[in-house]
């Protein structure tokens, strides 16, 4: 994606309250001047939004829709559309539905009692490549043991280098970030399963955790920042 394309990226907004929408659109658009700013009220909607615009750069979900359960509705999106990023927007900030949108693909998890600014910033971080778990969430799971960084570099967030990750594997861990199934990562970065396979086994030893969900709370509590991989290159004629 180039920059011109970021700027004026697609973001998807999944929510029944037109005045979450309204707000949200503001904020948004605070980022992303030019950002093209959609929305859907209902599961069947969203569907179809989704369906019709693969070019989504961004979708933000909110788990409480009036027609479907919201993990529900995360799941068939997840499936459905393995390539779109998406957020989830929720009026609760339990630490169980945290874990559970994560494990359902989400690449973090927005609180809709946030402030507008911090609102902004946790939609920076994600679009940066992070990942954004409500501070109190993230401060009641255990800290999983993490390998130091130089002593260079404690003062700032550790880079992948930092931790023994290559380029590759940060690519990886980027697209796992945004809730990427092993075969859409290997669509993305052209590779086959048993190197995507290795890459994420290699990523849970760096970063000391056993699943994928444990990885989302590791990389943001760190503050990790991760590549924005590139996009695949399409055959010349």
Do not use: W
Request: with cysteine; aromatic share 2%; glycine share 6%.
């Amino acid at each position: 994606m180039s920059a011109t394309e970021f700027l004026a990226m697609k973001i998807f907004i999944i929510d029944d309250h037109p005045l979450i929408v309204e707000g949200l659109t503001g904020a948004l658009h605070e980022l992303l001047p030019a950002a093209q700013v959609l929305a859907a009220d209902a599961a069947a909607a969203a569907m179809q939004v989704l369906d019709q615009n693969p070019d989504i750069g961004l979708t933000l979900l909110d788990l409480n829709l009036p027609d479907i359960e919201g993990m529900t509705l995360l799941a068939r999106v997840r499936e459905q559309h393995p390539d779109i990023p998406l957020v989830v927007l929720s009026a609760t900030d339990r630490a169980d539905v945290v874990r559970a949108a994560l494990d359902a693909g989400a690449m973090g998890f927005i609180s809709k009692r946030s402030p507008t600014a911090v609102l902004v910033g946790a939609l920076q971080l994600v679009l940066a490549g992070g990942v954004y778990i409500p501070p109190q969430v993230l401060a009641a799971e255990p800290d999983p043991p993490s390998p130091r960084p130089p002593a260079a570099a404690q003062a700032r967030p550790p880079t992948p280098r930092d931790l023994g990750i290559t380029d590759r594997q940060a690519e990886v861990l980027a697209l796992v970030v945004e809730g990427k199934s092993n075969k859409a990562i290997c669509r993305r970065l052209q590779i086959s399963e048993g190197t995507c396979k290795s890459h994420i086994s290699a990523l849970l030893r760096a970063l000391h955790v056993n699943n994928r969900t444990q990885a989302l709370f590791a990389i943001s509590s760190m503050g990790l920042q991760l590549p924005r991989p590139a996009e695949p290159m399409k055959p010349s004629y």
